[in-house]
């Protein structure tokens, strides 16, 4: 059975820091695009970041650029986001997805549970 499996969200006050993980099972994700994506209450899901197959590449929404970093770790079989300077905008369910195409698009072949992630003013 394939799963992502988020954690690391919380309660937390304006400009401070989080690290969301995602840990895989089930398969090999190596080479697969992997991402993260969010959703607000009363809102569509939101591309936040995604990194390539080798990791060598990343793309971020501009909402978030400069204050989130995503990175993967094949090893562990782990993605993660860290996000700095979190802003009450930033509340949201953070998803960790997966796919063999990938795009900013929620067209994600595999989808995490999510973790809550809201910051307080």
């Known amino acids: 059975q394939v799963q992502l499996v988020e954690s690391g969200g919380g309660l937390v006050q304006v400009g401070d820091s989080l690290r969301l993980s995602c840990t895989t099972s089930g398969r090999s994700f190596s080479g697969w695009i992997m991402g993260w994506f969010r959703q607000a209450p009363g809102k569509d899901r939101e591309f936040v970041a995604t990194i390539s197959g080798s990791g060598g590449r990343t793309y971020y929404s501009d909402s978030v650029k400069g204050r989130f970093t995503i990175s993967r770790d094949f090893i562990k079989n782990r993605v993660y986001l860290q996000m700095n300077s979190l802003k009450p905008e930033d509340t949201a369910v953070y998803y960790c997805?997966?796919?063999?195409?990938?795009?900013?698009?929620?067209?994600?072949?595999?989808w995490g549970q999510g973790t809550q992630v809201t910051v307080s003013s």
């Open positions: 997805v997966a796919d063999r195409a990938g795009g900013s698009s929620p067209n994600y072949e595999y």
